[in-house]
């Protein structure tokens, strides 16, 4: 478990494989999108620059992989950008290796039936993080603070693969297993459906909300019936302190959202806010306060067609 290869480096990946490189694993870049996506600034060979929590500058060379190397794969780590998953995966269904895990690391939830469909024998394991990353430039990039790393068993065969994590926490801040990834899947999934729209729109960091916890409170309120629905039994008062802490722990943070719409990227909206709605619906559920956060977040993005944005 020292060859890492990682799919998608934008900024949480372009972190985690330093973080990996700086730990002393070998780290691979796997690419499939056409070469013509390629951007001009991406040279080969590659060096990439990143700075630690501590300010402190590395540098490490990745190889890179395509998809007739994926025989040679022995771990793959999916970092892209949620929409990108399907489209950036399809040319491995048949080529990766049975008995290689995949390791879904994202924000959103909505691929993980995909990727069971489409590689129905590789082990797969789900992961969250609380992370903070930042791209400075295609080969650039900032670990902006530091958070916890949850994996857990997607599959009857990720459970064999616990031992990974373990191999994880030595070059993460933190690193852990879980036998409740779902629960924690859902805890980020709200924190997100109310801090990332919320700062998108108003362009301002996360320590914004801070004033404005009647909107957390009221967005909170409206999802408690779809939570008490999937199994979770927390009381409405610890989900708003949980997205609050989160406020207030990267108070000086913009969010992922904030950031993708200022540079005119699409958003993960469909996967975070519009995975609630597509939930709440079959149920008779209506949640008119995240759906006009849907709707303003769809009016300004892009539509994520899974290539429009290249990722190393």
């Given amino acids: 478990m020292k060859h890492w290869t990682l799919f998608g480096c934008g900024a949480l990946g372009g972190v985690m494989a330093g973080l990996l490189a700086q730990a002393g ?10 070469p013509q996506q390629v951007p ?4 080969h060979p590659l060096l990439l620059s990143w700075w630690d929590l501590e300010g402190q500058h590395h540098e490490f060379n990745p190889d890179f992989l395509q998809t007739k190397d994926a025989a040679n794969i022995s771990l793959l780590l999916v970092t892209t950008k949620v ?10 269904i048949g080529q990766l290796p049975e008995a290689t895990p995949i390791l879904l690391l ?11 469909r489409a590689f129905p024998a590789n082990p797969l394991l789900i992961g969250i993080t609380s992370n903070g990353a930042l ?41 852990a297993w879980s036998d409740e990834i779902r629960m924690k899947q859902w805890e980020k999934l709200v924190i997100n459906a109310i801090i990332n729209p919320l700062t998108a729109l108003s362009g301002e960091t996360n ?37 609050m802490a989160v406020a207030a722990a990267t108070a000086s943070n913009y969010s992922s959202m904030q950031q993708d719409l ?29 759906q006009q956060l849907y709707d303003a977040i769809s009016h300004r993005s892009p539509i994520a067609s899974g290539i429009s944005n290249f990722s190393i």
């Fill in 83 to 92: 929409y990108q998953v399907q489209v950036a995966m399809e040319p491995l």
């Fill in 207 to 243: 320590g914004s909300l801070l004033t404005r916890q009647e909107e957390v409170e009221a967005l909170c309120h409206e999802l408690m019936p779809l939570l008490q629905r999937e199994g979770f039994n927390l009381p409405e008062e610890a989900w708003v302190s949980r997205v």
């Fill in 135 to 175: 791209r400075l430039s295609a080969e650039e990039f900032r670990h902006t603070g530091s958070g916890e790393t949850w994996f857990g068993a997607g599959n009857a065969a990720g459970n064999d693969w616990r031992g990974v994590v373990d191999v994880l926490a030595q070059a993460l801040p933190h690193a």
């Fill in 262 to 290: 200022v540079a005119g990227r699409p958003t993960e909206i469909d996967y975070i806010t519009g995975y609630i709605l597509r939930e709440a619906q079959p149920l008779g559920l209506h949640m008119p306060l995240h």
């Fill in 106 to 116: 994202h924000n959103g939830m909505g691929t993980e039936a995909w990727v069971k």
């Fill in 40 to 43: 001009q600034e991406v040279k």
């Fill in 25 to 34: 694993h070998q780290v691979s870049l796997l690419r499939t999108f056409p």
